[in-house]
């Protein structure tokens, strides 16, 4: 039995012509009842319903499910929380926690959802995206 699955799912449906490279995409699966100790990297989708214990930083979604624990802290594009994260979590592009979520720990986002009824201790800092202008100045 596998601690872990890689693989590739449907992606999915979206409106527009269809790519046969595109329509699928690369997603690693900790399962349930796996403990993972240690720094988790990679440039796949991760979906974690099992336990990490360490760091995890991939260049793709991240998603806890809502058995996932992790212990430590996130980096990565967007992460998903349904599950329990004890650690900051940093994001490029936007953070989301579930009515299930409990997230203990520092947010670092341009965009940041927190759903009625999800738990959060920690403190937001929300980092914008450069501009393309520069400010106007007053004189």
């Known amino acids: 039995m596998s601690i872990f699955h890689r693989g590739t799912t449907p992606a999915p449906a979206t409106s527009g012509p269809s790519d046969p490279q595109s329509s699928r995409r690369q997603l690693t699966h ?34 806890v499910g809502i058995e996932g624990i ?20 940093a994001a490029s592009d936007r953070v989301e926690v579930a009515a299930s979520g409990i997230l203990e720990g520092d947010i670092a986002a341009p965009r940041i959802v927190i759903a009625e009824g999800a738990f959060f201790k920690g403190r937001v800092e929300m980092r914008g995206k450069p501009s393309l202008s520069p400010a106007p100045t007053s004189s």
């Open 30 to 63: 900790i399962a349930a009842g796996t403990l993972l100790q240690g720094a988790v990297t990679g440039s796949t989708e991760l979906l974690i319903e099992g336990q990490i214990q360490g760091e995890v930083r991939v260049d793709a979604t991240v998603t």
């Open 70 to 89: 992790v212990e430590g802290p996130v980096a990565a594009p967007v992460v998903r929380i349904s599950g329990r994260v004890t650690g900051n979590v």
